[in-house]
């Protein structure tokens, strides 16, 4: 009765597991695509950079200047969120990391458990068994003795 309980447990720690492995796939993903969208701002900001230097080369009116200067405080803000994004993604994936390797170390310690219990009945059962054979060969032998 108590391994078909921790049968169950077990069963029910497998698919807690993959849910948190599930979540951890999806925090991973996410913080791979802000990862992304960060490194595409800060091209984006290194080409506007290059391009308006090309430009600026024949001489920039003071509004364009300032259009310029502008702009690139403006990709600097979003790269700062952008950042900020990066790293609080990094951090959730952390987090559901280590949940989901805790539910994995907890599963594997009840499957160990289990295991346990079902070698210790087998040895159980082993036992009984030659004990069983241990009696019918000594009540041979005393029947044999007797006749």
Partial sequence: ??????????????????????NFVQALQYSRQAEQK?????????????????????????????????????LDQALEQQARQVSQAQAVMEQRRQQWLAMQKKRKAMEYLL?????????????????MQDEVAMQQ???????
Avoid at 115 to 131: D, F, G, I, P
Avoid at 142 to 147: A, D, I, K, L, T
């Fill in 115 to 131: 295991e346990q219990q079902r070698q210790q009945a087998l040895t159980k059962a082993a036992r009984a068994e030659q004990q």
């Fill in 38 to 74: 960060y490194q595409g701002l800060a091209d984006y900001r290194t080409e506007y950079i290059q391009q308006s230097q090309q430009q600026g080369s024949s001489g920039l009116q003071s509004r364009q200047y300032n259009q310029f200067v502008n702009f690139i405080a403006k």
């Fill in 1 to 22: 009765m108590a391994n078909k309980q921790l049968e169950l447990l077990v069963k029910v720690q497998l698919e807690r597991e993959e849910k948190l492995q599930a």
């Fill in 141 to 147: 032998f005393v029947r044999r003795q007797s006749s």
